[in-house]
């Protein structure tokens, strides 16, 4: 797994520019086969930027609980999800198909901006400036519109002294169902994601647990739909989940 | 106005006097004749002058009388003002979603990008490449003339696929209007 | 420059961006040709615009592209209208910049508004409302004396607000110059 890109750039592009860098660097079609292979990639670089605490950080989470959300449905066919769920992972669909079309658009776009411009007459025929005022003119109306200026200025975009709420990274995650899993040999996911009041964590713990389940550290078993899923250990000894 | 041609003309009178983009509206309201007249007209004219070293710039609102891009390295020399012609990809990427997708509203360009672009559109703004249609109730963007010249088209839709691009997004939006219209 | 009509097409160009009269002699240092050749092909455009809008009006010396005598009128209606018809709302804001803010560059006109005003500060130019310091090296806007007069003032900081305003949008600029180039 590599993230070889510069954290900087991509931050300021965004977060569907750096997912459909990842679609397009693997070759695939948009579509959630290739959404949740490329999850982890995005993921990882989710961290990166946690670790260099940007602040745009708050935009790329957001497309990863989506990410997570279409992962977790990959690798447990039987998730339902509620019609808010699917609408957003059919807007991440969409929103990276636009931004492909546009992207590949863009390219013409570049190619022939500023290379041969047109010019515009440069001098206008000097005429006699007769001063010609209207009676929309006035000190009161002045100062309306100097205020109206003074109102539209953007605000100062200052970094957020404290994050909206502090999220888990997944590494911490992976890290805290080891331990769980590790101390009672069984939980149930019900009880992991009681500790977490936020969805966003407890997506980030559900999907720590199915990883686990593919790496083949811990057995996943839910009964049935909306039934709690229970986990175990497979071996005595897990290895720590580092980076 | 009595002829076509008196009318075509006048247009052309126009734009050499004014030196900047001149509106339908303003055209149609000088001559007393339609706006879709005077949109028309332009067209016309523009076709006149392919060939030559002056050309017409359009869009659906406005046109200017320009020099051809054909001879833009001589030009460019004339110019003291150095062109800033450098887009950062992030102004790349929403200058070309406004572009193929315009008039567009800024929710829909935060949409596409998954980021705020509140601040690169200002500097687009800023930059004259693209302007806000305040007459709308959401204010929407579209690129300007100053764009149009930039590229050294005359139109837009002389860009490489222009009209299948724009429809292939249009056509996707419309497939998941559900969704979209947030 | 190898075809005549190229070299035509230039000369077309050249006369349209200057928009002033353009001496033979500059247009042969431009396109490195002869004089005479230069003033050759001027008399041969010129029959070229024969009937239209625009017109090449030549002596001995210099060439310059103008308007047809034909639609003269309409030119100077044109004009007229323009001295007169109401000022927009971004004409006014800009104004009102300008008053509290001049002498002021346009990019720090263009910044504090967040658009371009390029057209707005011709429209101001012409009505003789504002004025340009060409002596600077980056031209200055300022407001005219009739214009202050016209205001019934004596001094700019007779404006209500006037140092605090000053002070507010100087802070604006020094605090956000720096990511002004984004």
Same mark, same amino acid.
């Given at each position: 797994?590599?993230?070889?890109?510069?954290?900087?750039?991509?931050?300021?592009?965004?977060?569907?520019?750096?997912?459909?860098?990842?679609?397009?660097?693997?070759?695939?079609?948009?579509?959630?086969?290739?959404?949740?292979?490329?999850?982890?990639?995005?993921?990882?670089?989710?961290?990166?930027?946690?670790?260099?605490?940007?602040?745009?950080?708050?935009?790329?989470?957001?497309?990863?609980?989506?990410?997570?959300?279409?992962?977790?449905?990959?690798?447990?066919?039987?998730?339902?999800?509620?019609?808010?769920?699917?609408?957003?992972?059919?807007?991440?669909?969409?929103?990276?198909?636009?931004?492909?079309?546009?992207?590949?658009?863009?390219?013409?776009?570049?190619?022939?901006?500023? #290379?041969?411009?047109?010019?515009?007459?440069?001098?206008?025929?000097?005429?006699?400036?007769?001063?010609?005022?209207?009676?929309?003119?006035?000190?009161?109306?002045?100062?309306?519109?100097?205020?109206?200026?003074?109102?539209?200025?953007?605000?100062?975009?200052?970094?957020?002294?404290?994050?909206?709420?502090?999220?888990?990274?997944?590494?911490?995650?992976?890290?805290?169902?080891?331990?769980?899993?590790?101390?009672?040999?069984?939980?149930?996911?019900?009880?992991?994601? #009681?500790?977490?009041?936020?969805?966003?964590?407890?997506?980030?713990?559900?999907?720590?647990?199915?990883?686990?389940?593919?790496?083949?550290?811990?057995?996943?078993?839910?009964?049935?739909?909306?039934?709690?899923?229970?986990?175990?250990?497979?071996?005595?000894?897990?290895?720590?989940?580092?980076? | 106005?009595?002829?076509?041609?008196?009318?075509?003309?006048?247009?052309?009178?126009?734009?050499?006097?004014?030196?900047?983009?001149?509106?339908?509206?303003?055209?149609?309201?000088?001559?007393?004749?339609?706006?879709?007249?005077?949109?028309?007209?332009?067209?016309?004219?523009?076709?006149?002058?392919?060939?030559?070293?002056?050309?017409?710039?359009?869009?659906?609102?406005?046109?200017?009388?320009?020099?051809?891009?054909?001879?833009?390295?001589?030009?460019?020399?004339?110019?003291?003002?150095?062109?800033?012609?450098?887009?950062?990809?992030?102004?790349?990427?929403?200058?070309?979603?406004?572009?193929?997708?315009?008039?567009?509203?800024?929710?829909?360009?935060?949409?596409?990008?998954?980021?705020?672009?509140?601040?690169?559109?200002?500097?687009?703004?800023?930059?004259?490449?693209?302007?806000?249609?305040?007459?709308?109730?959401?204010?929407?963007?579209?690129?300007?003339?100053?764009?149009?010249?930039?590229?050294?088209?005359?139109?837009?839709?002389?860009?490489?696929?222009?009209?299948?691009?724009?429809?292939?997004?249009?056509?996707?939006?419309?497939?998941?209007?559900?969704?979209?219209?947030?």
């Amino acid at each position: 797994m590599s993230t070889d890109f510069s954290v900087s750039t991509k931050v300021f592009e965004g977060p569907l520019s750096l997912l459909l860098d990842l679609i397009e660097k693997r070759k695939l079609l948009i579509n959630e086969i290739s959404l949740s292979q490329v999850t982890n990639d995005f993921l990882e670089f989710v961290s990166i930027l946690e670790q260099k605490d940007l602040y745009k950080i708050t935009d790329f989470l957001s497309i990863a609980s989506t990410l997570i959300l279409i992962k977790s449905k990959s690798l447990l066919p039987q998730l339902d999800l509620n019609p808010e769920e699917t609408t957003e992972i059919e807007d991440l669909e969409l929103r990276l198909k636009l931004l492909q079309i546009i992207r590949r658009a863009s390219k013409d776009v570049k190619d022939l901006f500023g #290379k041969k411009p047109q010019f515009s007459r440069l001098h206008i025929k000097k005429q006699i400036i007769t001063f010609s005022p209207t009676q929309q003119i006035d000190v009161l109306k002045m100062k309306w519109f100097i205020d109206q200026v003074l109102h539209h200025l953007p605000k100062t975009e200052k970094k957020p002294e404290k994050r909206v709420t502090k999220t888990i990274s997944l590494e911490e995650m992976m890290n805290k169902v080891i331990n769980r899993v590790r101390q009672n040999m069984t939980i149930s996911f019900k009880t992991l994601s #009681k500790e977490h009041k936020e969805k966003k964590n407890v997506i980030i713990s559900f999907l720590a647990i199915l990883e686990l389940v593919k790496l083949g550290n811990v057995d996943a078993n839910q009964h049935s739909t909306f039934e709690d899923i229970l986990v175990e250990t497979k071996e005595p000894s897990i290895p720590s989940y580092g980076a | 106005m009595e002829h076509n041609t008196d009318t075509k003309k006048y247009i052309e009178s126009i734009l050499l006097f004014k030196g900047q983009p001149v509106s339908y509206k303003e055209i149609s309201s000088i001559l007393e004749i339609d706006k879709d007249e005077a949109k028309k007209f332009v067209a016309e004219l523009a076709q006149e002058y392919v060939g030559k070293g002056i050309t017409i710039t359009f869009n659906d609102i406005e046109a200017e009388l320009v020099t051809t891009t054909e001879t833009a390295e001589v030009i460019s020399k004339l110019q003291k003002q150095e062109l800033e012609t450098e887009l950062s990809n992030a102004s790349l990427e929403t200058l070309s979603i406004i572009l193929y997708m315009g008039p567009i509203a800024r929710s829909m360009i935060d949409f596409i990008r998954g980021v705020n672009s509140q601040f690169t559109l200002r500097s687009l703004l800023v930059r004259g490449l693209v302007e806000r249609d305040q007459n709308s109730k959401t204010p929407m963007y579209n690129v300007t003339l100053d764009t149009i010249k930039f590229l050294g088209l005359n139109k837009l839709d002389e860009l490489p696929n222009f009209k299948e691009i724009k429809h292939e997004l249009a056509q996707f939006i419309k497939e998941n209007s559900n969704n979209a219209n947030q």
